[in-house]
């Protein structure tokens, strides 16, 4: 999963932690678990669990008919040369919509662009 879009999974499923922390952290470990066993046992006890609500569920179920691609068990035969997000822009896409919204006139844009510039060339 590509690590700019990992932020939704991880919001979406973040109540759980208060219910379950233990099973929050295993659902956080999903698109790492390099056995298949061992994600499909995750995925049984997600699913036999009360404290996961309907849109939780219904969220990582739609999430599993996709799992060839962002879990590490079941993307073993896509070269992904080790990088764990689709492209390094993905991250400025993430900094940019905490920034900006539609409504964003044109000068905040160019003041965001100026800001992210700013930090990249600090660190």
Request: proline share 1%; charged share 30%.
């Amino acid at each position: 999963m590509c690590m700019a879009h990992s932020e939704k999974f991880y919001f979406k499923i973040s109540g759980l932690a208060k219910k379950n922390k233990e099973l929050y952290n295993k659902i956080l470990s999903l698109p790492f678990v390099t056995r298949k066993e061992k994600f499909e046992e995750i995925v049984e006890e997600v699913s036999e669990c009360d404290d996961v609500s309907d849109g939780q569920y219904d969220y990582l179920e739609l999430k599993m008919k996709t799992k060839q691609l962002w879990a590490n068990c079941y993307a073993k035969n896509a070269f992904a040369g080790g990088i764990s997000t689709t492209s390094r822009i993905e991250g400025l896409h993430g900094v940019l919509k905490k920034r900006l919204t539609s409504g964003s006139s044109l000068v905040n844009v160019f003041q965001s662009f100026r800001s992210i510039e700013k930090t990249q060339i600090e660190k």
